[in-house]
Nanobody
């Protein structure tokens, strides 16, 4: 129901832009978020944006470097990642919470629709 794109290999200090497109089935009002999971580590929240794009939340580790945005009409979301570090290497997942009367959540359990993930690798 969600499909990510835009991952790849980049050198430290570089940038990547991830995109997430929602299918027709997911096209209801929803919050959107990005999570990531590095090899051997637990999944972690990266950034979230409210259904009307009026509120954004970021993990401390990415504040000032990553920007989440969305095109509500087009049902797409983006994660602009600048000043990338090797520790940003992970599989990045897009997620949707179709219960928008709640605040933007930071936990995986808040989200009920997920993409397949896209690999981001940052070399030193």
């Amino acid at each position: 129901e969600l499909a990510e794109s835009g991952g790849g290999l980049v050198q430290a200090g570089g940038s990547l832009r991830l995109s997430c497109t929602a299918s027709l089935r997911t096209r209801t009002t929803y919050h959107m978020a990005w999570f990531r999971q590095a090899s051997g580590k637990e999944s972690e929240f990266v950034a979230g944006i409210s259904c009307n794009a009026g509120n954004t939340v970021y993990a401390d580790s990415v504040k000032g470097r990553f920007t989440i945005d969305r095109d509500i009409a087009g049902n797409t979301g983006t994660l602009q990642m600048n000043s990338l570090k090797p520790e940003d290497t992970a599989v990045y997942y897009c997620a949707a919470d179709r219960r928008p009367w709640r605040p933007v959540g930071l936990e995986r359990s808040n989200y009920d629709s997920w993409g397949q993930g896209t690999q981001v690798t940052v070399s030193a």
